[in-house]
Each structure stands twice: as structure tokens, then as C-alpha cells.
T-cell receptor
Framework: ELKVEQNPLFLSMQEGKNYTIYCNYS?????LYWYRQDPGKSLESLFV?????AVKQEGRLMASLDTKARLSTLHITAAVHDLSATYFC???????????FGTGTLLAVQP | GAVVSQHPSRVICKSGTSVKIECRSL??????MFWYRQFPKQSLMLMAT?????????EQGVEKDKFLINHASLTLSTLTVTSAHPEDSSFYIC?????????????FGPGTRLTVT
């Protein structure tokens, strides 16, 4: 059974600071997704990482994937208040390509 | 981009009644759809995988007789919560894969908030 853990579960940071969210998973997976969720809303796709060593960047967010270590990171650069949300990683697994979601990281960016 | 809709967006029902939630892929045909449930301040939990024209595959611990899934066409899957109880109150989200595009990617619907009184 695939287990996915995110670290930290809650992150309070000041605007302008940098930080990294970690996503560890227990079983081999070659694809991993990052999503953002605002309160009361569904998911917004941020990144899809398709292979080992993949790195993608969009604005102040950068995601990477190390399939050998079963680790993905989401790095936040110079945080702004608008980034406040819950972030989920989700490795893709199995013949049906199902997603198994991590525990989520609630990010609160303080002015 | 691929769009997935859900209906209704919110529903309130009385305990013991059944409620149906629809998930539609609007601009593509989805051979596979997924149903997730999310309780407040928790992660998304996969309930089942729905394949067009065949029976759904349920995740361990999900009661298939309580959560009926039908995927009768390439653009529509439905989830029926039978004999709903207050503990079924949750945010239900569907997603769909586009085999004609990037078949590995899932496109998420806006979710349905179910409240059982």
C-alpha cells in the first residue's frame, strides 16, 4: 500500500522568506503531482513531475522529484500572502494511474 | 484545457435518504473517472475508480453498496450515497482522465459539499 507523508503539516512563514515542503512516499512511482487547495474549493494543478530528476518552476514555486529517494520537494521563494493555501503532493500509482494524496501542508504567509 | 463539472455543488439531505452526484467531462471523453472524499482539514481519500461500461473498483474500506458508482457513458459518472447518515457529510470531488490527451493526468471537478442532517 502506498503511503504518502508531507512535512511539515503546518507552515507559518513571513512574507519574503524561503521554505521547502517535503513529500515522502513509500512505493515506487514515476509520476508525481502537486496541487493547491484554497478553503472550500477543489484542487488547482500546480506541477506534474514525470521522471526522476524532473524540476519545474512557476513563479515563486519550484518542484523537484527524486524517484530513487521517493522524495519530492516544493520550494517557495520569497513568499507572498497570496500563496497561503493547502498544498498536496500526490504520487501516481498502479495500472489505473490513481493518485494517492499526501497529508497536506497548510501554508500561512504572514505580512 | 480539459474541464470537469459536478452537480450539484451543494446538497443538504435528511438522514436515511439517498443523494446522487454527477461528474461530467465537458470537452473530452473520459474512460476513467475517480471519486474522492475529503473531510474537513483532512486530505483527499480515493474512494473508487470508475471505468466506462464496467463495474467500479473500490478502495479498501469503502462500502460499495453504500456508495453506488455508475459510469454509463464516456462523459458522465455518478456517485449515489444511499441511506445517507451525518457521518457521510463531506466534500466529494471527482476527477477524469483524458485518454486522447495526456492520459496520465487527472482533471478535477469543483466538488460537491454534502451535508446530511
Amino acid at each position: 500500500e502506498l503511503k504518502v507523508e508531507q512535512n511539515p503539516l503546518f507552515l507559518s512563514m513571513q512574507e519574503g522568506k524561503n521554505y521547502t515542503i517535503y513529500c515522502n512516499y513509500s512505493t515506487t512511482s514515476d509520476r508525481l503531482y502537486w496541487y493547491r487547495q484554497d478553503p472550500g474549493k477543489s484542487l488547482e494543478s500546480l506541477f506534474v513531475l514525470l521522471s526522476n530528476g524532473a524540476v519545474k518552476q512557476e513563479g515563486r514555486l519550484m518542484a523537484s522529484l527524486d524517484t530513487k529517494a521517493r522524495l519530492s520537494t516544493l520550494h517557495i521563494t520569497a513568499a507572498v500572502h497570496d500563496l497561503s493555501a493547502t498544498y498536496f503532493c500526490a504520487p501516481q500509482w498502479g495500472a489505473t494511474n490513481k493518485l494517492i494524496f499526501g497529508t497536506g501542508t497548510l501554508l500561512a504567509v504572514q505580512p | 484545457g480539459a474541464v470537469v463539472s459536478q452537480h450539484p455543488s451543494r446538497v443538504i439531505c435528511k438522514s436515511g435518504t439517498s443523494v446522487k452526484i454527477e461528474c461530467r467531462s465537458l470537452d473530452f471523453q473520459a474512460t476513467t473517472m475517480f471519486w474522492y472524499r475529503q473531510f474537513p482539514k483532512q486530505s483527499l481519500m480515493l474512494m473508487a475508480t470508475s471505468n466506462e461500461g464496467s463495474k467500479a473498483t473500490y478502495e479498501q474500506g469503502v462500502e460499495k453498496d453504500k456508495f453506488l458508482i455508475n459510469h454509463a457513458s464516456l462523459t458522465l459518472s455518478t456517485l449515489t450515497v444511499t441511506s445517507a447518515h451525518p457521518e457521510d457529510s463531506s466534500f466529494y470531488i471527482c476527477s477524469a482522465s483524458d485518454p486522447g490527451g495526456r492520459s496520465y493526468e487527472q482533471y478535477f471537478g469543483p466538488g460537491t459539499r454534502l451535508t446530511v442532517t
